[in-house]
């Protein structure tokens, strides 16, 4: 049974993995759990995230609007999401209003990627990537993690 976070309203929801994840919407406020879009999230919403989601990756990017790399890999991470989705939830972090949050993932430098599997990091890659390398390093990166 996989555990998702809405989107919209925050609540934890229980979808059967037999079920397409792409077409679940939230027990509480209805909303599509899936958007094919990356969720720009707050470092409490991070958390709930990653505590709650089960059954689905998490893959964040850690950015900041003042650099150049991620404003240009913006366009290419949203267009991950769109490939990635439902077996991989895609979130941002804004390392400038969340700098505490960047600070504890131990971020360097941005754009930074950060590949999570039951709230643990399995794989992190700084610098800013297409969206073809975003989609093969986070599938290479489960693959590893899986065998």
Known sequence: MRQLVCPGCGATNRAPETKNAAAAKCGRCGKALFRAEPLDVTA??????????????????????????????????????????PRVRLLKLNSEAEPQAAASLGVSGIPALFLFRDGRVIARQAGAMSAAQIVAWTTQALAQAAA
């Open 44 to 85: 409490p919403q991070l958390q709930s995230h990653l505590r709650a989601n089960k059954g689905v990756a998490v893959l964040l990017d850690v950015w900041a609007p003042w650099c150049g790399p991620c404003r240009m890999m913006a366009p290419h991470f949203a267009a991950a999401a769109r490939d990635l989705e």
